[in-house]
């Protein structure tokens, strides 16, 4: 990333740790292409509708088309979004960003299962991680660390380094209105409806139907209809979860189930390129039929038939990478919200995937925090902010940066000290001091260390220090508090 600002630099020292069960409006950024009339009418429309703080929409310009190069992407759109994090002390308070239709969809690259291509959104989930660590690799997908086999677990940062990432698209600006609207009112009740793909061929069921059986043993105890055999379902009503392989099981013809969806519903197909455009096919387009490259189910379809939620693919992600019903179906019906559930499902990021829908539907939820909820590790997040400025200071070295690190030294410091981790504190105290020796914050901190030490002399020394410096610091008045004890 370029160099960052002096505003930036300040800013960031203050990053604000924030721990949830769950996720609330004011953990969502919403982003907006200043360049696309609808993007800017959905991102208006979102942010009324569920109360987004003012200062969490961000305004990006860049040509309104699907595919953009990876340069394009950096400087147009990931750039600007970690601006705008910055300047508003944003990173860890954040955990969901929301793009809109008019922002690219995908990233050109090369193909294969170690290619660069990539949807715009899978790119994004990592930008947390990479204004903490810098830039990662390329090529292929990247593990997800929420992906989550097992008993599902709410998303916090404490525990996570990534954005979740959610779209609001479809063909047309009713729909996407549809897609909001449909998000604020879910329903609670409804059916799960799984259909297999068949016949089963010579070589055995494909891993996505063993998927699709596990799904409905962990939804069991709920209405769900599972279809084995080569019949397709069609019609269902009240649908609320939906899985199949669309146009990869070759009995399926039609553009969608023809289902009436409840309000909340998600879903999801195991087809290679069915995000690859949100930009609508002809009337009398067939799926088998070539558009936008291919002849496979577009879940733009599912959209307009009434879906709330669903994931898609922009290139092809491979088997291995794509959703696992069995896991945010059930995650979804125990009142998980729609982006953790679809997130714990995707194996990796920086990938295909594509999650349309308001990240904060949970028909079933919200969670209860848990008794045994752990408080918020203060630490950890300064400690993620300080190794952040380092990396910071090693790209772009200048006294700003180097302020800005100080302040993050001194930061941990404190917090070594309420912790009565002393002698942590004070080397922090003292690498606070030599990364800025005349910062009144560090010759502060470096005093309270030693007098909390009972080092009486050391601490009169830091205290005198900060005074010589800069006597209408606004530590001034505690260090001469000090010294008069």
């Known amino acids: 990333m370029k160099s960052l600002t002096l505003s930036l630099i300040l800013t960031a020292i203050l990053l604000a740790p924030v721990a949830a069960w769950g996720l609330t409006p004011d953990q969502v950024l919403v982003v907006a292409n200043e360049l696309s009339p609808i993007s800017k009418q959905v991102a208006d429309y979102y942010q009324r509708a569920r109360r987004i703080p003012a200062n969490h929409l961000v305004r990006i310009r860049t040509e309104p088309i699907e595919e953009i190069d990876r340069e394009t992407f950096r400087r147009e759109v990931a750039q600007p979004i970690a601006d705008h994090l910055l300047r508003y002390r944003l990173p860890d308070q954040v955990l969901v960003i929301v793009l809109t239709k008019g922002v690219p969809l995908k990233v050109r690259g090369t193909g294969s299962v170690t290619g660069t291509q990539a949807s715009v959104d899978s790119e994004l989930t990592l930008l947390y991680r990479e204004l903490v660590q810098g830039l990662g690799p390329l090529e292929g997908a990247i593990r997800n660390p929420y992906f989550t086999p097992g008993a599902p677990v709410p998303f916090t940062r404490a525990d996570h380094d990534i954005y979740l990432v959610t779209r609001l698209d479809g063909y047309t600006w009713e729909d996407i209105r549809g897609l909001i609207d449909r998000a604020t009112t ?89 995000a690859r455009t949100f930009t609508a096919p002809p009337a009398g387009w067939t799926i088998g039929s070539g558009y936008a490259g291919s002849g496979q189910s577009l879940i733009g379809d599912l959209i307009a ?62 969670l209860a925090t848990p008794a045994s909820a752990p408080p918020p590790d203060g630490l950890l997040f300064l400690q993620r902010r300080a190794v952040f400025l380092q990396n910071l200071v090693a790209r772009a070295p200048s006294p700003e940066t180097h302020r800005a690190l100080a302040l993050a030294y001194a930061d941990q410091a404190g917090e070594m000290r309420r912790l009565r981790r002393l002698d942590e504190a004070l080397a922090l105290a003292r690498r606070a001091v030599e990364t800025k020796s005349d910062e009144p914050a560090a010759l502060y901190i470096l005093g309270v260390v030693h007098a909390t030490r009972h080092e009486t002399d050391q601490a009169a020394e830091a205290f005198r220090a900060l005074l010589s410096h800069d006597p209408k610091s606004p530590y001034a008045r505690e260090a001469e508090r000090w010294l008069r004890r």
């Open 186 to 274: 879910p329903a609670r009740h409804g059916r799960f409806v799984l259909d297999q793909k068949a016949p089963i061929p010579a070589g055995g069921a494909p891993p996505g139907d063993g998927w699709l059986r596990e799904s409905a043993r962990r939804l069991k105890d709920f209405e769900v209809v599972l279809e084995q055999s080569s019949r397709v379902v069609t019609g269902e009503t009240d649908v609320m979860g939906y899985a199949s392989w669309g146009s990869n099981d070759p009995a399926i013809t039609t553009r969608a189930p023809g289902f009436r969806w409840l309000p909340g519903a998600i879903a999801s197909w195991f087809v290679s390129t069915s």
């Open 305 to 366: 038939e009434g879906v709330t939620g669903v994931v898609g693919y922009v290139y092809e992600p491979y088997l291995e990478f794509t959703a696992r019903p069995q896991i945010f179906l059930p995650a979804y019906r125990a009142g998980f919200t729609l982006a953790e559930s679809f997130y714990m499902s995707l194996p990796g990021l920086s990938w295909q995937a594509v999650v349309i829908g308001d990240p904060l539907v949970a028909p079933f939820g919200p």
